[in-house]
């Protein structure tokens, strides 16, 4: 294979799994106990959740969308769950309850992009600021903090458990990606989501329910929120709903498009969010041993996402179709 034709042949994904590489081989050969399995544990471990959200704005922004309030449906709808069975609710109907309004959540997002045709940009921050607003003043009161009670019982264990010696929240996160590579490889409803990003007209001319697809994903993408959240709270054994003003629908971003997963709509597969998912793990863990500054490591983050962004603008050019839909 000559140079050129390698060098052809690369694409978002192949450079972003390089890089990981070779992030990981500096680091191992740099950084004491690096290499030790539990320190590859913890290193999967703390990026589980992160790469379950991933995977939620994966759904979305294959339809040329993105869903700025995952962070705010995964914190309310669990905390709420939580302290549901805190007032001696069962934990299945307590769970169910969360569930039902991280659906709900997510299914208004998608009714106020697809019929009231509101950029997705703004329906999904207005309407993540008041499931965070309308949570912490009538959901969630008196603490920013709900504990997880030893009471939930089977359900601790999606968070501190371990199957064969892997970590849970490995386990589900894994289970997640499966699930989603069946669902956008196998399904008609997957293929319609990436004939809906790829050409929105088309998929209409194609007799394709573009307005019910655009809904069902921002719909998935609740669901996978609050999922994400309760092995977030499993893990911790408690759920902090300052969670929303923080950096984390940043660095869920960060995976997306960072993997290669096109903002344009209709490009990218579960294999994109899992790369970059892996490369911001490697290059988190590496910093965190080299002890550098927390806010050191965000600027370091943001700077990885404008690159990244810029890199998508080259790779995947915006048409017109896009720009009047008013995405990112």
Known sequence: MTATRFVGQLNQEKIVFGLTLLLFIGFASTLPNFLAAANILSLLRSVAVLGMLGLGMLIVVLGRGVDLSLV?????????????????????????????????????????VAYAEIPPLFATLAMGTLVYGFGRAHLITGTDVVYVPQGMGWVLALGQGA??????????????????????????????????????????????????????????????????????ATSVQAMNT???????????????????????????????????????????????IMDIQYTVQNVIKSMILLIAIVADSIVNPRDEQTGQQGDI
């Open 242 to 288: 300052r969670i929303v003003n923080s950096n984390l629908i940043y660095d869920v971003l960060l995976v997306v498009i960072l993997g290669g997963v096109g903002l344009s709509g209709g490009k990218g597969s579960v294999r994109n969010v899992i790369v970059g998912t892996l490369l911001i793990g490697v290059l988190l863990n590496g910093m965190t």
């Open 163 to 232: 199957l064969l010696g892997v970590p849970m929240p490995i386990v589900m996160a894994a289970l997640c990606a499966l699930v989603c590579y069946l669902l956008l490889r196998y399904t008609k409803a997957g293929q319609f989501v990436f004939a809906v990003g790829d050409n929105l007209k088309a998929a209409r001319i194609g007799a394709i329910a573009v307005r019910p697809i655009l809904t069902l994903q921002y719909g998935l993408s609740g669901a996978i929120a609050f999922f994400a959240g309760v092995i977030t």
């Open 72 to 112: 705010a449906t995964m914190a309310i709808s669990v905390a709420w769950s939580v302290q549901l069975v805190h007032r001696g609710v069962p934990v299945g109907l307590a769970l169910a309850i969360g569930l039902a309004l991280a659906l709900v959540v997510g299914l208004v997002n998608g009714l106020l």
